[in-house]
């Protein structure tokens, strides 16, 4: 089973900064068959990157995801109040598929 | 439009079974897997497994062998997930995801909440 680790824990940060999320995997990701969702509470998850770095059907473009092997990171340009959310990283190369453990963004 | 639409709360006592369904729309059934994933309150996701809709084959996470069963009926173009032997740390939002080879899961339910309580 590939362990996704997630960092940080917990990003505070104020409308309009850069955020850079971090997703490790124990093992190399088969294909860069690694997502980034957002959910926020009482909702599902959103996809927002697949393929480490395609974004998915009407994702804005200040996200955007970079990385290859076994070190992924996702990066919001500028945060919009919106954006406020949970953020897991989630591999689907090789079965079980598994997640991150999630990183919160909150405001400062 | 893609939409995964499942049925509603269920409270059930410990040790009975509970029965998701989860109805597809927008896109041609057979041709997509579904997968379950499950989130406990305040916790992350968990993968539970898959159906492939148009064989009917399935693939489980090893915790979930034995315990979860994953079935289809293609004429509804609706996927179930039926849960046995319920204890109170199966309370959780159980979502069903369509599944694309390349996408991953690209399109979500709105999410089911189970709640075992006695």
């Known amino acids: 089973e590939i362990v996704l680790t997630q960092s940080p824990g917990t990003l505070s940060l104020s409308p309009g900064e850069r955020a850079t999320l971090s997703c490790r995997t124990s093992?190399?990701?088969?294909?860069?068959?690694l997502a980034w969702f957002q959910q926020k509470p009482g909702q599902a998850p959103r996809l927002l990157i697949y393929?480490?770095?395609s974004r998915a059907t009407g994702i804005p473009d200040r996200f955007s995801g970079s990385g290859s092997g076994t070190d992924f990171t996702l990066t919001i340009s500028r945060l919009e109040p919106e954006d406020f959310a949970v953020y897991y990283c989630q591999q689907y190369g090789s079965s079980p598929l598994t997640f991150g453990q999630g990183t919160k963004v909150e405001i400062k | 439009q893609v939409h995964l639409v499942q049925s509603g709360a269920e409270v059930k006592k410990p040790g009975a079974s509970v029965k998701v369904s989860c109805k597809a729309s927008?896109?041609?059934?057979?041709?997509?897997?579904i997968h379950w994933v499950r989130q406990a309150p305040g916790q992350g996701l968990e993968w539970m497994g898959w159906?492939?809709?148009?064989?009917?084959?399935?693939n489980y996470a090893q915790k979930f062998q034995g315990w979860v069963t994953v079935t289809r009926d293609t004429s509804i173009s609706t996927a179930y997930m039926d849960l046995s032997r319920l204890t109170s740390d199966d309370t959780a939002v159980y979502y069903c995801a369509r599944g694309d080879v390349g996408m991953g899961t690209d399109y979500w339910g709105q999410g089911t909440l189970v709640t075992v309580s006695s």
């Open positions: 393929g480490a770095s």
């Open positions: 159906i492939n809709p148009n064989s009917g084959g399935t």
């Open positions: 093992q190399s990701v088969s294909s860069s068959y």
């Open positions: 927008g896109y041609p059934f057979t041709a997509y897997y």
